[in-house]
């Protein structure tokens, strides 16, 4: 099991900056991708930006320009900074990774931190 634990949200005001922290731990072999997804009250889960080994990364149209997620060291954390905050930026924020393990994989969630844009 990979447990992900996810901490840095709260409130900001629009145009405003937050920082995202995830960090793994458990029986992790190789983690790709590694990100965050977000899901706003009644609307699906969707992909805010996932980064690879190497620094590959990939993001939502709806972010692209404003968001930067970035991999420690060890990836064995994620960081997503978030600029030029919207309202529509409101939603609760999942840490995601996939763990690899003999060709297999499992994908995790974290348990989500709050992030509401507001004046």
């Given at each position: 099991q990979?447990?992900?634990?996810?901490?840095?949200?709260?409130?900001?005001?629009?145009?405003g900056?937050?920082?995202?922290?995830?960090?793994a731990s458990g029986?992790?072999?190789?983690?790709?991708?590694?990100?965050?997804?977000?899901?706003?009250?009644?609307?699906?889960?969707?992909l805010?930006?996932?980064?690879?080994?190497?620094?590959?990364?990939?993001?939502?149209?709806?972010?692209?320009?404003?968001?930067?997620?970035?991999?420690?060291?060890?990836?064995?954390?994620?960081?997503?900074?978030?600029?030029?905050?919207?309202?529509?930026?409101?939603?609760?924020y999942f840490?995601?990774?996939?763990?690899?393990?003999?060709?297999?994989?499992?994908?995790?969630?974290?348990?989500?931190?709050q992030?509401?844009?507001s004046?």
């Amino acid at each position: 099991q990979v447990q992900l634990v996810e901490s840095g949200g709260g409130l900001v005001q629009p145009g405003g900056s937050l920082r995202l922290s995830c960090a793994a731990s458990g029986s992790i072999n190789s983690i790709n991708p590694m990100g965050w997804y977000r899901q706003a009250p009644g609307k699906q889960r969707e992909l805010v930006a996932t980064i690879i080994s190497g620094g590959i990364t990939n993001y939502g149209d709806s972010v692209k320009g404003r968001f930067t997620v970035t991999r420690g060291n060890t990836e064995r954390t994620a960081t997503l900074l978030m600029s030029s905050l919207k309202p529509e930026d409101t939603a609760v924020y999942f840490c995601y990774a996939r763990n690899w393990r003999g060709g297999l994989f499992s994908d995790y969630w974290g348990q989500g931190t709050q992030v509401t844009v507001s004046s």
